[in-house]
């Protein structure tokens, strides 16, 4: 079933011109200076959102916050960690899809409800979001965020849940998509919804346990790997361990989001049962296989170009070299209007060094292809620079349909493979080849485990209903 959102206008410019994940989340149970020991996952998980940061923590019954806009550093980097105390925490970094930018809509959210204090950490967007707020208002709720994880808070507390039955069955209502966590004086809670759309993983530490979006998280907080949690799974913590439920339908189809594998998910991290880095490496040989270039050198658009780039190389046996600088100084994103100021600011992003791309012809490698404004002026960077010929080579598909998932994309107006044919956007573009990996090529590539990957963005075949 085909859903189309409505197209809205689209003001702001992003100077990374990517879809941009919705959030990261961290759990910690028994064990020491949890906070502190969040502060750590958080920053591994800062690419999933840097627009605000937050930590919940439990002691002795109960539950302390921090929340701050900015940078996990920003919102941390004074010590506020050590305020929290306790051994039992949740913590949340977001960048929004649904909701504004502001405090308010800082994760974790903290509530009173009949169980006594609740906070909740949310990866993911509810499909049916919208239903559910207009829902909810009419029942008389009083709504304080902007954002659709509020919900879970309400569905909690108008069923009065507190039983993990009763927890489960809220999050069955939910629908998709959802990993989340919950942190009570009593418990911690950590699940994925059942189509199992955005990751989350089981870490061990000591006689603890830890939870988080991708294991990059627990290399970081010294902890180890132990597995995926399901979709559908519903861990329950306990000071001798874990239970497992499920809810949901069972043995509904998995929609992993396999823009993850593709671009969200850090290249050291394992999510899904893969290793990101070496997906994109594979899926950079298979894109040479299927759109090799005539060209001297590979240069991938900096930093998420890089494995895809390394496995075209490989594959044609060409040299790969830097030809493109990324500044990781100046902030994940900037709104410039404005054809000048967008030049500048892909400058002070993106430095071409001329000697390397001079006289040369490039075969120009990223991971995919949004709206196509900082593309076409890099393009434009490498000619000045003395690039005889630029063949763009893009590791997925034509991203033709917004995510109601939890990424955010632009909409439909502004997906420049919405509005255009391969050949238009070569010509926009002014590329002297473009081609594109097709869905066949990454089916090739995840084998049996293909139909367990959401690809809604490229094929908009979503789910039929929330
Ligand atoms: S629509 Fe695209 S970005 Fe959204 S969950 Fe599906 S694959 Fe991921």
New binding site residues.
């Given amino acids: 079933m085909l859903i189309r959102p409505a197209d809205l206008d689209g003001a702001a410019w992003d100077m990374d011109d990517k ?1 941009r994940d919705a959030c990261g989340i961290v759990g910690i149970y028994g064990i020491k200076e949890a906070a502190q020991l969040a502060v750590l996952g958080l920053h591994a998980l800062q690419h999933r959102g840097q627009e605000s940061a937050g930590i919940v923590s439990c002691n002795a019954g109960n539950l302390y916050s921090h929340r701050g806009m900015g940078l996990v550093s920003n919102v941390f980097g004074q010590g506020e960690a050590q305020k929290l105390p306790g051994n039992f925490a949740i913590g949340h970094v977001r960048y929004s899809t649904a909701g504004g930018s502001n405090i308010v809509n800082a994760q974790p959210l903290l509530a009173l409800y009949s169980g006594g204090e609740i906070a909740l950490a949310h990866n993911g967007n509810l499909a049916g979001g919208d239903s559910l707020r207009r829902k909810l208002l009419e029942q008389g709720a009083l709504l304080q965020t902007g954002s659709d994880s509020e919900f879970f808070l309400h569905l909690l507390a108008q069923q009065q849940a507190t039983a993990e039955e009763q927890i489960a069955g809220v999050l069955e209502q939910a629908g998709a ?1 959802f990993s989340i966590l919950i942190l009570t004086d009593k418990r911690m809670i950590a699940a994925r919804d059942p189509w199992g ?2 990751p989350l993983a089981l870490g061990r530490l000591g006689d603890g346990f830890v939870a988080a979006s991708e294991s990059c998280a627990f290399d970081q907080m010294g902890a180890t790997f132990e597995r995926e949690i399901d979709p559908g799974e519903m861990l329950t913590f306990t000071p001798g361990g874990y239970r497992s439920t499920f809810f949901g339908k069972r043995g509904a189809r998995k ?6 594998l593709i671009y ?1 998910a850090r290249p050291d991290s394992f999510v899904f049962g893969r290793f990101p880095h070496i997906f994109r490496r594979q899926s950079g040989h298979i894109l040479a296989r299927e759109h090799p270039a005539e060209a001297d050198m590979v240069v991938a658009i900096p930093d998420s170009g890089f494995s895809a780039a390394m496995g075209y190389a490989e594959e044609l046996n060409m040299t790969m070299d830097r030809g493109i600088i990324r500044n990781h100084y100046i902030g994940r994103s900037f709104i410039a209007p404005g054809q000048a100021a967008r030049a500048t600011a892909v400058r002070m992003k993106h430095n071409v060094v001329r000697e390397v791309v001079k006289g040369k012809r490039l075969a120009l490698i990223d991971d995919s292809l949004i709206r196509g404004t900082t593309t076409a002026a890099l393009g434009k960077e490498l000619r000045d620079a003395g690039a005889t010929e630029v063949h763009l080579r893009i590791a997925c598909p034509p ?1 033709r ?7 955010d ?1 632009p909409h439909y107006t502004e997906l420049m493979a919405y509005r255009h044919s391969i050949d238009e956007i070569k010509s926009t573009l002014n590329m002297d080849s473009l081609g594109y990996l097709s869905i066949e090529g990454i089916a090739g590539i995840l084998g049996e485990d293909g139909a367990d ?6 094929t908009g075949e ?1 789910l039929a209903g929330p």
Avoid at 255 to 260: A, F, G, P, S
Avoid at 401 to 407: T, W
Avoid at 453 to 458: F, K, L, N, P
């Fill in positions: 879809a998509a759309f955005r929609r992993n989001c396999l823009l993850e969200f991203t349909h917004p995510c109601l998932y939890g990424v994309f990957y959401c690809t809604a963005c490229w979503y």
